[in-house]
């Protein structure tokens, strides 16, 4: 059974930072595509980062580049989100997502807030 656990949010001031990690299980994380997604109040969830599974390139949202950095963990069959010099913009929920099967699998989501 595919599952995916969000970790890590919390409260931040602006420029500070936070590492969210995304634990698998049910599939292993080099194999598939993961994405970070966030969704801030009233808005659509958008893609912020994603890791592809073969040679593991990774891609970011423009309003993220410089600043969010995706990786996996092969051995936790984990996939993190560095995020650094986090903006009040940034508050959000942030969601992992990956398909396998043809299935689209959502974790929980953790809450992020930037704020002084």
């Known amino acids: 059974q595919v599952q995916l656990v969000e970790s890590g949010g919390g409260l931040v001031q602006p420029g500070g930072s936070l590492r969210l990690s995304c634990a698998a299980s049910?599939?292993?994380?080099?194999?598939?595509?993961v994405n970070w997604y966030r969704q801030a109040p009233g808005k659509e969830r958008v893609l912020v980062a994603a890791i592809s599974s073969t040679g593991g390139t990774t891609t970011y949202a423009e309003s993220v580049k410089g600043r969010f950095t995706i990786s996996r963990d092969n051995a936790k069959n984990t996939v993190a989100l560095q995020m650094n010099s986090l903006k009040p913009e940034d508050t959000a929920v942030y969601y992992c997502k990956t398909v396998v099967g043809l299935v689209t699998y959502w974790g929980q989501g953790t809450q992020v807030t930037v704020s002084s």
């Open positions: 049910g599939f292993t994380v080099s194999h598939y595509f």
